[in-house]
């Protein structure tokens, strides 16, 4: 029987903040939340603290904020609802990917170290961080002539956003630092070695990002010779193990249990991605859904009882999503940050005054101005490739597009015809998934841009499948918070099963919206266009 009042922590490590969610692991309730920026945020200029430049398409963080915005989300959390310590009884972590960072062998950041600050390398790059593009292309091109059997399980090419092509990067541009790196690994995993004190890697983090298989493990060292002399090296810098999500890393040492203000011994979850933690959220448990987790970029996830190797697809993971399924990762690399791009530099400044006037945001207002329009309406027809393309196409060296512009265009049609093209961008991946014969019946939206009823219902005209809208507002940070509960274990209050800790910790949907079958027509029309 489980206690009334234990709590699992789900700590969610998103690109600007971290959010922390306490979960009631009896009723699913989420008692409290609280979010804490990092004070460095998204590095994309200067290095803090040094007059060291960075290059175009870098993007970086700093370690030591995800540390303190870590203390100040789980203190805030705990105080909000009265939580004592010994109510929670597990921790989980997601994390945004892929976030890399070279370490010493006992886990410390080379950045954080003085002889290393300077060096751009030694800090961790975001998953936005798209300088080694040139990277990717190599390693795409070895491989496909190589013909090397890994290729094809991220659906044949693999992204300047993950673990190889940062760690090339670092090594043909900072080969000191690539040698001072006693490790290489990702943020989640990090951030679990700093509080269990074990290096736990995550099947999901080395599945999806680091081109690891349960079968072959890691590519081979020959084909990392190939690659660059010398670079064969990294293999020793990944650790030893891979573990399943939904596992037990560790418990709190008792040094950073005292910083937390939690109890030494307090369980914690292997990590996951944040987007795949959102699956869990959303209540996804079994095949036939795919969850889209919608923020400033946008991630699909599908799972499937059948192993396929679909192109464009950027992983397919045994048990790196659900345990028991293979999990399925497609994705597009801006969505929020398009509609942000509009705003930011597409408005005049009586938009401005008018938001002010009404009170309302610059998105809701262009929402208010074009929610009537019908398709077709505004004449324009966008790509949404502004970040570069990842699903199908794998080339962050893309760029985005606008076609259909009169005198007059209004910065509402520019903004609509942007959903509009990250609509027709889900198709596409939709589409995709469907000729390899993965079922995909109805949608599931979670993230910030959940909440916007114009974007979800274009999604399901343009899609022509029924979308529910996740009943959480924290679907990550509960993916989360259900991991911890799988840490914690049936005999301390949690679960053993992951299928039973989703139905018990995650809520119906309670909005749905529904294809219109006329805007659908006029929209598989346009989505020609596009293709």
Known sequence: MIDK???????????????????????????????SEYADGVITQKIPGTSVVLGNNWALQNPSDWLLSLKEAVHSTLKEDGIAPQEVAGLGICFTSSTVLPTTEDGTPLCLLADWKSDPHAW???WKHHAAQPEADLINSLANQEKESWLKRYGGLISSEWLFPKALQIFRESPDCFKAAQRFIEGGDWLVWQLTGREMRSACQ????????????????????????????????????????GTCAGKLTSNIA??????????????????????????????GKMVLAMGTSTCHMVVSEEEV??????????DGIIPGFYGYESGQSAVGDIFAWVTNYGLPEDYYNESNKLGISLHELLIKKCIGQKPGDHGLLALDWLNGNRSVLMNSDLNGLLMGLTLNTKPEDVYRAMIEATAFGTRLIIDVYKRSEIAINELIACGGLASNELLLQVYSDICGLEIKVAASSQTTALGAAILGA???????GGFDSYEEA??????????????????????????????
Request: charged share 25%; aromatic share 8%.
């Open 486 to 492: 799988m840490a914690v274990g049936s005999k301390g």
């Open 5 to 35: 009042r234990k709590y699992s922590l789900g700590l969610d490590f998103g690109t600007e903040s971290v959010r922390c969610l306490a979960v009631d692991m009896a009723s699913g309730e989420e008692k409290a939340v609280a979010i």
């Open 124 to 126: 961790p790059k975001l």
């Open 309 to 318: 190797f679909i192109e464009g697809v950027a992983g397919v993971v045994k």
């Open 502 to 531: 989703i139905d018990k910790m995650t809520m119906p949907a309670e909005k749905v919206y529904k294809p219109d079958p006329h805007n659908q027509s006029v929209y598989d029309e346009i989505f020609k266009n596009y293709v």
């Open 206 to 245: 080395a599945g999806y990002k680091g081109l690891w298989d349960d079968k072959e493990g890691y590519p081979s060292s020959s084909f990392l010779e190939k690659l660059c002399k010398g670079f064969s090296h990294l293999r020793s810098k990944l650790g030893n193990k891979v573990y399943p999500v």
């Open 258 to 287: 005292s910083q937390l203000n939690l109890l030494p011994g307090t369980p914690v979850g292997t990590s996951i991605i944040d987007a795949h933690a959102a699956v869990a959220g959303s209540g996804v448990a079994l095949p």
